[in-house]
Nanobody, 122 residues
Framework: VQLQASGGGLVQAGGSLRLSCAASGRTFNSYLMGWFRQAPGKEREFVAAISWIYRTSHADSVKGRFTISRDNAKNTVYLQMSSAKPEDTAVYYC?????????????????WGQGTQVTVSS
């Protein structure tokens, strides 16, 4: 599967942004979809994930501010970012893990998008 992330940009602190990730292929429903992020000088970290039956999980750092969702008919996963903080500044990556086994680990995801830059100004 190929993943194409979009929607990044510059947003002021407290603002909102929606990221999208379009997936190719006809087996989108077979994948656990995740969002990760990587800030300069830091390791890539888990942000949120959603299963094909819409079970979700969010990192504590974004819980209550970010929401992951998916549209299986459009082969697309979204990350709605609200109440953005400067510490949310990072390159955001979407990722796909084949199957239904839940994971928050970078190493468990099979496919990655190219990343989209999000910058939150204070």
């Amino acid at each position: 599967v190929q993943l194409q992330a979009s929607g990044g940009g510059l947003v002021q602190a407290g603002g909102s942004l929606r990221l999208s990730c379009a997936a190719s292929g006809r087996t989108f429903n077979s994948y656990l979809m995740g969002w990760f992020r990587q800030a300069p000088g830091k390791e890539r970290e888990f942000v949120a994930a959603i299963s094909w039956i819409y079970r979700t999980s969010h990192a504590d750092s974004v819980k209550g501010r970010f929401t992951i969702s998916r549209d299986n008919a459009k082969n697309t996963v979204y990350l709605q970012m609200s109440s953005a903080k400067p510490e949310d500044t990072a390159v955001y990556y979407c990722a796909a893990r084949y199957g239904s086994t839940w994971s928050r680990q970078v190493r468990d995801y099979d496919y990655w998008g190219q990343g989209t830059q999000v910058t939150v100004s204070s």
